[in-house]
């Protein structure tokens, strides 16, 4: 949910101030890539297209998936993906098995506490392992990481990119906040071909 929402005939005003602030060739071209998209949610035909992609390209990333229709209580029950949600929720699981360590992959919500769509709170709550700091840093990466991927499948990726608070801080720090994460990403060899940036594969 974003936390201060930008008026539309602002909106690019403020992606050309965010996109000064990136003196990194590879974050301005990871932005640039961001910015080509929707910043509205799919809806309709749409929006069941991006799902069914988003499930395709979790289960080719040998992430299970639960058939349609199972009830969930966790968008990561610790077995398989609830596939019965948004694109961009299927694609910031993925990021989160992704980035998880083997050990947190059976847990629910990956050990790192309710997410805003958690039905079992508590439980997820009593499976928690990662301590509060370590899950903002662990949450910052899996929101870029889902991000960048949605840019690359042609999904409103700048929908998310506005949704998950990356121009909170604009005059501040949220330039180079967003550079810091990408890094982390880069090491990691984890940033897809984007369009226009495929220098950063």
Do not use: K
């Not at 098995?97 to 847990?107: D, I, K, S, Y």
């Not at 690359?152 to 990356?166: I, K, T």
């Amino acid at each position: 949910m974003m936390l201060t929402p930008i008026p539309p005939e602002r909106l690019g005003a403020a992606l050309d101030r965010f996109a000064a602030g990136l003196n990194d060739p590879a974050a301005a071209a990871a932005f640039a890539a961001i910015r080509m998209t929707p910043a509205a949610r799919a809806a309709g035909i749409e929006a069941e297209r991006h799902r069914r992609a988003a499930v395709a390209f979790a289960v080719a990333h040998g992430i299970p998936v639960h058939p349609p229709g199972t009830p969930a209580a966790f968008n990561w029950d610790g077995a398989a993906l609830d596939g019965d949600t948004e694109a961009y929720v299927i694609l910031h699981e993925v990021a989160h098995f992704v980035l998880a360590p083997p050990e947190r992959r059976h847990l629910v919500d990956f050990g790192l506490g309710p997410g805003p769509d958690t039905r079992d709170r508590a439980a997820a709550e009593h499976a928690a392992i990662v301590p509060l700091p370590e899950r903002e840093a662990d949450e910052a990466a899996a929101s870029l990481l889902g991000i960048l991927w949605e840019a690359a499948l042609g999904q409103p990726a700048l929908a998310s990119f506005l949704d998950q608070n990356w121009l909170e801080g604009l005059e501040r720090s949220a330039a180079a906040h967003f550079t810091a994460v990408l890094g982390r990403l880069r090491c990691r060899g984890l940033i897809p071909a984007l369009p226009q940036a495929r220098e950063m594969r």
